[in-house]
């Protein structure tokens, strides 16, 4: 009998939470998103993007900030074989090095938002505030996607013109630019940066 209760308890002991033999991976510190995030120009093919992995991907984005709560950045996302190629079409020399991304993802903002009170603009930034807005949505998506195990790519080339009647995107949103969204294809290099001192100044 105690020979049994003591089976029983051992046993019992592989089955508690933290017990398991397997753990999940652990997530990345803040510091290791920011150092291992990359612009990545070639795409591992075999490797897919749920639509409710993008869903939770943007929904992280939502919490970027934006003048007076404005949120004027919208995104189109083409996940769809036929969406994926045309998109394609419209990103100018970085077609190919995007070719294998399972997720491309146009991204704009709405115009007269950010930067505006009661229809007038509130300094000589103007609608650049908009862009600044969309600019910081951006950064959030891809340092949360880089978060996720993801990689991207911001493009400024594109055809602004055949994305939005491509996506029928109405003519007050500006288009920004095209992520790429997907997972790399080798590791690459780690790029250098301009001394602290050239770009910062303390007074």
């Not at 089955?15 to 150092?35: H, I, M, N, W, Y």
């Not at 490797?47 to 869903?55: D, F, L």
């Amino acid at each position: 009998m105690k020979r049994m209760i003591l089976l029983t308890a051992m046993a019992a002991l592989f089955v508690l939470p933290g017990c398991s033999q397997e753990k999940a991976p652990a997530s990345p510190s803040f510091d290791e998103v920011l150092t291992t995030r990359r612009s990545i120009r070639s795409y591992d093919a075999s490797k897919k993007i749920s639509e409710a992995e993008v869903r939770t991907l943007l929904t992280a984005v939502q919490e970027a900030p934006s003048w007076a709560n404005q949120q004027p950045t919208k995104y189109y996302v083409a996940i769809s074989p036929e969406k994926l190629a045309a998109v394609q079409d419209m990103v100018g020399g970085n077609k190919d090095r995007i070719k294998d991304a399972p997720v491309l993802i146009v991204s704009t903002f709405e115009r007269g938002k950010s930067g505006f009170f009661q229809g007038n603009a509130t300094n000589e930034v103007g609608d650049g505030w908009g862009a600044y807005d969309n600019g910081l949505s951006n950064c959030y998506l891809i340092l949360k996607a880089r978060a996720m195990g993801f990689d991207t790519l911001i493009m400024g080339m594109r055809d602004a013109t055949k994305l939005r009647e491509l996506f029928a995107i109405p003519d007050d949103e500006t288009v920004m630019a095209v992520i790429s969204l997907g997972y790399r294809n080798g590791d690459p290099r780690q790029p250098t940066h301009r001394k602290l001192d050239e770009v910062v100044k303390f007074y």
